[in-house]
């Protein structure tokens, strides 16, 4: 079983429209870090948002806003008003304990891919 | 400037011909890890680093090797490349061993004939 699931392999949306990300994890952990990071045309990899286990709050960044639920180990990312810069493959991440020795494993999503349409 | 470099940026080779990546941090940040980015696969973890001198295989070790002799180098070795490494590789470095962001280098593209 995948530890991070992105369902969405692409999603197209005309610009102005709002579209959300989903990313759905897996982990028997109880501390755990959860990431998204865009990967535009370009190839570079941009760090959006980190989130610990015990923070639920959702946040706002501008046009950008993340909904973490543990309840249903969910983490999704919203995009309103979406412009044409947005558009770029999105990957979700999970950075759980290893090995016991004080490391941390990342887990990446197979990544989505969101074209936005003028 | 905070940055992770990598070099070469882009590189064709011929099965079974040794080569080094390297990748470079200056941020003094004590974990570093090297991923593969294949279509449709994602970003997968080949190896991780907590600090100098310890490794460890992170989901697809097999066919390299790391090292990490100082705490901002940590290059990735393909001993005998296969065409099935093809791939693009990025190198990150982070602090807090992994539970921070992830600083990415700006990726290598490795073609294995």
């Known amino acids: 079983a995948q530890k991070v699931t992105q369902a969405q392999t692409e999603i197209s949306v005309v610009e102005k429209e709002d579209v959300t990300l989903d990313c759905v994890y897996e982990?028997?952990?109880?501390?755990?870090?959860l990431f998204w990071y865009k990967q535009p045309p370009s190839g570079e990899l941009v760090f959006l948002i980190r989130?610990?286990?015990?923070?639920?709050q959702n946040e706002i960044s501008g046009r950008y806003s993340w909904n973490f639920q543990k309840s249903t180990s969910s983490f999704n990312f919203t995009i309103t008003a979406s412009q044409v810069v947005d558009s770029a493959v999105y990957f979700c991440?999970?950075?759980?304990?290893?090995?016991?020795?004080?490391?941390?494993?990342?887990?990446f999503g197979k990544g989505t891919k969101l074209s936005v349409i003028p | 400037e905070a940055q992770v470099t990598q070099n070469p940026r882009y590189l064709i080779t011929v099965t079974g011909k040794k080569l080094t990546v390297t990748c470079s941090q200056n941020?003094?940040?004590?974990?570093m890890s090297w991923y593969r980015q294949d279509p449709g696969l994602g970003l997968r973890q080949i190896y991780y680093?907590?600090?100098?001198?310890?490794?460890d295989k992170g989901d697809v070790p097999e066919g390299y090797k790391v090292s990490r002799k100082e705490k901002r180098n940590f290059p990735l070795i393909l001993e005998s490349p296969s065409p099935n490494q093809t791939s693009l590789y990025f190198c990150a470095s982070s602090s807090q061993g992994g539970r921070n962001e992830q600083f990415f280098g700006p990726g290598t593209r490795l073609t294995v004939l």
């Open positions: 989130r610990n286990s015990f923070d639920e």
């Open positions: 680093s907590m600090n100098v001198e310890v490794t």
């Open positions: 982990t028997r952990d109880t501390t755990y870090y």
């Open positions: 941020m003094n940040h004590e974990y």
């Open positions: 991440a999970l950075s759980e304990p290893y090995s016991g020795a004080g490391s941390y494993q990342l887990t």
